[in-house]
């Protein structure tokens, strides 16, 4: 059996749309509603009632610091070596705001896996298939949780474009429907970005929720007091991503009664 299989039983190798060359319309036509009319909720709303409380002793506060600060800089370091993620650079590509996730991805991720006891992993232009085989695509980042060796959930999926928060938002949330259906079950959290400006979602089954729009990285962040006022003001999307990793793909299991 390959690797991240979900729901074997299902799956589908090829899809009959996708995500990509399916107009506004369209998705919305296959989700039943029109984006514009997604409930909007704000950060701590979004992610209420996951707690963060592996971090909350002093050594776990620590870990969490270190984490942040880790993130800050990857975030300076992506600026340095790459340039600021804005429509006003020619030359800055989708595969630069693809490494600009990885870099506020892959500590969060990496430290929960040390903290959790879930073996969550990161999956790159991962392909992703409708229960029904009608919609697919592949996805810039998907974070699969590895229940056993039979059994994948899918937990989180971030989507990266250039100029365009609108088409990234399309393919995200087509996707986590797929993904919330081969689970079948719990949420889904959705991440998309142009670098600069971020919104999450999640996912129920049901109900569709959205942050506004936030900015996770600013102009001269590199200079002196920039790690103050990044912690303070721009490092929710790291609140997000914790809050995504431990709720998302949590899957209740059938009790038997009797």
């Known amino acids: 059996m390959g690797d991240d299989v979900i729901n074997p039983k299902k799956r589908r190798t ?4 996708s995500y990509s060359n399916m107009s506004l319309l369209d998705a919305e036509k296959r989700l039943g509603f029109e ?3 997604i409930k909007v909720v704000s950060i701590s709303d979004l992610i209420a009632a996951v707690g963060s409380d592996i971090f909350e002793d002093t050594e776990g506060a620590a870990v969490f610091k270190n984490m942040k600060e880790k993130i800050y800089n990857n975030i300076v370091d992506h600026i340095g070596f790459e340039g600021y ?3 006003s650079t020619a030359d800055f590509s989708e595969a630069n705001v693809s490494d600009l996730v ?3 991805i892959g500590p969060v ?5 040390r ?6 992993r990161l999956r790159r232009e991962k392909e992703i298939v409708s229960v029904d085989g009608e919609t697919g695509g592949k996805e810039k980042f998907v974070v699969i949780d590895v229940v056993s060796v039979t059994e994948r959930n899918y937990v989180l999926v971030a989507e990266a474009k250039t100029g365009s928060i609108g088409e990234a938002m399309k393919q995200c949330l087509l996707s986590m429907k797929d993904m919330w259906d081969n689970n079948n079950d719990g949420e889904i959290y959705g991440f998309v970005t142009t670098g600069e400006s971020w919104r999450v979602f999640k996912y129920n089954g049901e109900l569709f929720e959205g942050s506004r729009k936030m900015d996770v990285l600013f102009l001269g962040m590199e ?3 920039g790690m103050d006022e990044w912690m303070l003001s721009y490092s929710a999307i790291v609140d997000c991503l914790i809050a995504a990793l431990i709720k998302g793909g949590i899957v209740q299991k ?5």
């Open 115 to 120: 903290n959790m006891g879930r073996d969550l």
């Open 85 to 87: 993620p804005s429509e």
């Open 254 to 258: 059938d009790v038997v009664v009797g």
């Open 223 to 225: 200079n002196d007091g």
């Open 102 to 104: 990885y870099a506020i």
């Open 109 to 113: 991720l990496s430290c929960l896996r």
């Open 14 to 17: 090829k899809w009959i749309k």
């Open 35 to 37: 984006f514009q009319s």
